[in-house]
Nanobody, 116 residues
Framework: QVKLVESGGGLVQRGGSLRLSCAAS????????IAWFRQAPGKEREGVSC????????YYAESVKGRFTISRDNSRKMVNLQMNSLTPEDTAVYYC?????????WGEGTLVTVSA
């Protein structure tokens, strides 16, 4: 059974940083691209960042480009999201996501709150 567990969220002031982690189990992470999504209050879930299998390709939403960095450690089955220069607009629940054999798996999310 694939399980994803996000951690690292919290309350931070504008301009601060947080490092989110996604721990995976029940899956050989080496073979899959992993993505981070977020959902702000009253808004739809949106893609934030994605990292490819071979580490060579990354994607960032325009709103986070230059501030967020995604990385992965396949040996530890972890994907991290370093978030810098946070703004209140980054306030959301952050989720990691993986697709395996046509099925999408989500973690329960970690809440990031950025105060003005």
């Amino acid at each position: 059974q694939v399980k994803l567990v996000e951690s690292g969220g919290g309350l931070v002031q504008r301009g601060g940083s947080l490092r989110l982690s996604c721990a995976a189990s029940g899956i050989t992470l080496d073979y899959y691209s992993i993505a981070w999504f977020r959902q702000a209050p009253g808004k739809e879930r949106e893609g934030v960042s994605c990292i490819s299998v071979n580490y060579h390709s990354t994607y960032y939403a325009e709103s986070v480009k230059g501030r967020f960095t995604i990385s992965r450690d396949n040996s530890r089955k972890m994907v991290n999201l370093q978030m810098n220069s946070l703004t209140p607009e980054d306030t959301a629940v952050y989720y990691c996501n993986v697709d395996q054999y046509g099925k999408t798996y989500w973690g329960e999310g970690t809440l990031v709150t950025v105060s003005a």
